[in-house]
């Protein structure tokens, strides 16, 4: 059977959820996101994060051999809560728009619920320019978040009329406004900003449709 990303994403780390069994390994994680929304990528190190969690270096490399494997990590942990966040929002959808409108707001219901996550969403951005891991790792995550746009767009009689192609650059297109948005979001918008700003992006979003 083949494995969602989701699966993808666990089993490439372990189970990154919070449990009794990797408490530890969550808290450094947890401390890493902290550290890059609030310090930056460079001034965080292994030796930086065993201060934050008030531990030591050794127990830090007990669960990661080095920053660049912490990094992944915290990028993979980050993402994986953002998917959470979009499959849980799109539980009661009933119509196409219901769907659409999850989608939409799961994104700023995420960073919301965890500011701190956005800098490393920008982190994994900026990697996937460069490092092939990553480009990976970004392209399976617009693959999956193409696949929920695209089935609100095959339930729409209109875009059934068009063909397989033209529907996925649409929700391409739609995915690539998404993503412009999420960053303007956090670099751009004040918190007062952000209610109205979100509208914006789902009445935009519903016209890009229709």
């Known amino acids: 059977m083949k494995k969602t990303i989701d699966e993808r994403l666990v089993n490439q780390h372990g189970a990154l959820r919070e449990s009794k069994s990797d408490a530890r390994r969550t808290s450094i994680i947890k401390a890493a996101i902290h550290s890059i929304a609030t310090k930056g990528i460079h001034e965080t190190s292994l030796f930086s994060i065993a201060k934050e969690i008030k531990s030591t270096r050794s127990l830090v490399t007990h669960y990661f051999k080095n920053v660049d494997a912490l990094i992944e990590a915290t990028i993979h ?51 996937a320019s460069f490092d092939d891991r990553y480009r990976k790792l970004s392209l399976a995550m617009r693959n999956y978040a193409e696949s929920r746009l695209l089935a609100v767009l095959d339930a729409d009689p209109k875009w059934k009329k068009v063909s397989p192609q ?24 004040t918190a007062s900003e952000r209610e109205t700003f979100q509208n914006e992006v789902l009445k935009t979003t519903r016209l890009m449709i229709e």
């Open 77 to 127: 942990y980050v993402l994986q809560v953002g998917q959470e966040i979009t499959v849980a929002s799109l539980v009661n959808a009933v119509t196409p728009d219901d769907t659409l409108k999850g989608i939409v707001n799961a994104t700023f219901d995420w960073f919301e619920r965890e500011p701190e996550h956005a800098s490393v969403v920008e982190l994994a951005l900026y990697y």
């Open 166 to 189: 033209k529907r996925r650059e649409r929700a391409r297109a739609i995915r690539n406004y998404h993503l412009g948005s999420v960053v303007s979001l956090y670099s751009c918008t």
